[in-house]
């Protein structure tokens, strides 16, 4: 399977791109610089945008990820991610998707 995908610099940067409510799935750290993942899964669901989301990290506390799963993300996965995990966790995602 192929996936066609677009890196971004910031949740900022995607925020003010014309991807937003066009993507299929993001991949999200918990923790990134100036708006973290968290903040960004927020911003989304009050603006009604109803993305899934994959969280993968390395700095995730309980909490965090308490939250992440709460706001409705679809996994958090621990960094190192195996290929396998990342991969079910994508088919996850794309199967809630609003987007083929």
Same mark, same amino acid.
């Given at each position: ?11 900022? %940067? ?11 799935? +993001? ?6 610089? %100036?708006?973290?993942?968290? %903040? ?15 969280? =993968?990290?390395?700095?995730?506390? &309980? ?9 409705? =993300?679809? =996994? ?8 396998? +995990?990342?991969? &079910? ?12």
């Amino acid at each position: 399977m192929v996936f066609n995908a677009k890196a971004f610099r910031s949740a900022a %940067e995607f925020l003010s791109s014309s991807y937003v409510g066009q993507v299929a799935c +993001l991949i999200l750290d918990i923790r990134m610089p %100036e708006m973290d993942g968290l %903040e960004l899964q927020h911003r989304l669901a009050e603006t009604s945008q109803r993305v899934p989301i994959v969280f =993968a990290t390395g700095h995730a506390n &309980d909490n965090e990820e308490k939250r992440a799963m709460q706001g409705g =993300a679809v =996994a958090v996965l621990r960094k190192p991610v195996s290929e396998g +995990l990342l991969f &079910d966790a994508i088919q996850s995602a794309l199967g809630r998707s609003l987007y083929p």
